[in-house]
């Protein structure tokens, strides 16, 4: 049942809704939206191609959720097709009456293109395909459409900014999410729900200053009353409403989906639940990958451990010196009357450091223990991995922060070595 109020589902009746990688968490996160918003509100899954697009599943429209052999579909949804004709971000509405063929052969003529600015973008792609997709969709991207990014690692959405989102007036408004439930695809559009989990996120600063966590400094109420309240991001009187409308009703579906535990929180708070996600996919992903093992066959043994630990080592130690430059970035913002002294400088939070890392690693290794990582599925399908925005982005923090980071320049470079080699030439 979706907790979104009957004003809220009103406002939003003609927004639509993307999701773009239809991976296994694209594809649970797409289920989970279809099933709190009624059917007045498109739900659009974008694809590739046609003949990607062209299967059974999508002819029916229909993605099935299985935990513990139990399985729910939703259907409904409308499918989009990249158009390979379209400089202006376009996307055909695919359609199942066609066969696989007159699919594949398609042109579209102008009448098909869907080219009207996206208001809501989910990304579940993996981290190194998500710049060239959304390269092909800026034209339909605009400074009110709103952007969520729910991938592994670090440093994709700086990515995105500099590549491609440069100008901040003409730039979306981006939610970053961590997410921490574990899934697979038994088949397409068929996901398994192996691990229950939830989704942490929050809203990057606006480029116009607007405090959408203004409620967290309400000194009217104690600490522990302050919540995040949507109104902080627009209301329907605002003079600036349309400008924020997309974040708003956004962020509303988001908090609306209970079944994935979603929680709108400071993004303070989300950057911590990335990083200490980060380390943790930045030593299991390249060993299992490496070693070819699922997760609990990581440190039985004294090297593995010695390798943990010094990936949480440099990690934290990168962390730190990022947490002081920051904060002391903020300080030399501050208007001289302001008295710094009695700010903390550099408080880093202890989940950061790296004994509290390496226990983070423990339990996720332990709960996860029969599963096999993505990299290492990477691998084995002859698939780009993700470890650029893993060690590859704890590499370059160090490099910023005048950090080494042996360890992880050495996963880096065994993780591209190894996807060198052919599978099959292993023995």
């Not at 409620?215 to 600036?240: C, N």
């Not at 699922?294 to 010695?306: I, P």
């Not at 990022?322 to 550099?346: H, R, Y």
């Amino acid at each position: 049942m979706s907790s979104l109020t009957p004003d809220e589902l009103n406002s939003i009746s003609d927004m639509r809704f993307y999701v773009l990688g239809l991976g296994p968490i694209g594809c649970l996160l797409a289920h989970n939206l279809r099933s709190v918003l009624p059917r007045t509100h498109p739900v659009t899954l974008i694809q590739k191609t046609a003949k990607q697009a062209w299967t059974p599943q999508n002819a029916a429209a229909k993605i099935t959720v299985e935990n513990q052999g139990v399985r729910q579909s939703t259907d409904g949804f409308d499918i989009e097709v990249f158009d390979k004709h379209s400089g202006s971000g376009g996307g055909v509405r695919f359609n199942p009456k066609l066969s696989r063929e007159q699919s594949a052969g398609f042109t579209p003529s102008d009448g098909d293109l869907r080219t009207e600015p996206i208001e809501a973008l989910f990304i579940t792609t993996k981290a190194h395909s998500t710049a060239p997709a959304l390269s092909r969709l800026a034209p339909r991207l605009t400074s009110r459409s709103t952007v969520v990014l729910l991938q592994n690692g670090m440093g994709l959405y700086e990515d995105l900014v500099q590549r491609i989102f440069r100008n901040p007036e003409s730039r979306p408004h981006f939610i970053l999410a961590s997410n921490t439930h574990g899934a697979w695809l038994k088949s397409a559009f068929h996901v398994v729900h192996a691990g229950i989990g939830d989704i942490t996120f929050g809203i990057v600063p606006d480029s116009r200053k607007r405090d959408f966590e203004a409620s967290m400094a309400d000194e009217s109420k104690l600490l522990y009353e302050r919540s995040l309240v949507l109104d902080d991001i627009t209301r329907p009187d605002d003079p600036s409403f349309d400008q924020y409308r997309s974040l708003r009703h956004t962020v509303a579906v988001l908090r609306s989906l209970d079944a994935l535990g979603c929680k709108w929180s400071p993004i303070t708070e989300v950057q911590l639940a990335m990083r200490k996600k980060l380390v943790v996919n930045a030593i299991v992903n390249p060993l299992t990958a490496v070693l070819g093992c699922r997760n609990g066959g990581l440190f039985k043994d004294e090297s593995s451990q010695n390798m943990m630990r010094s990936v949480c080592e440099e990690a934290a130690a990168a962390f730190c010196a990022q947490i002081e430059a920051d904060t002391q970035s903020w300080l030399d913002s501050l208007a001289p009357s302001v008295d710094k002294s009695q700010v903390p400088v550099g408080r880093v939070p202890k989940e950061l450091g790296a004994d509290a890392l390496q226990r983070e690693v423990l339990r996720v290794t332990h709960v996860t223990r029969g599963n096999m990582s993505s990299m290492l599925s990477d691998v084995r399908k002859n698939n780009p991995t993700e470890i650029d925005f893993l060690n590859g982005y704890l590499v370059r923090l160090g490099e910023q922060y005048n950090i080494p980071m042996p360890v992880n320049k050495a996963l880096v470079q065994l993780v591209k070595m190894r996807c060198s080699i052919p599978i099959d030439q292993t023995f």
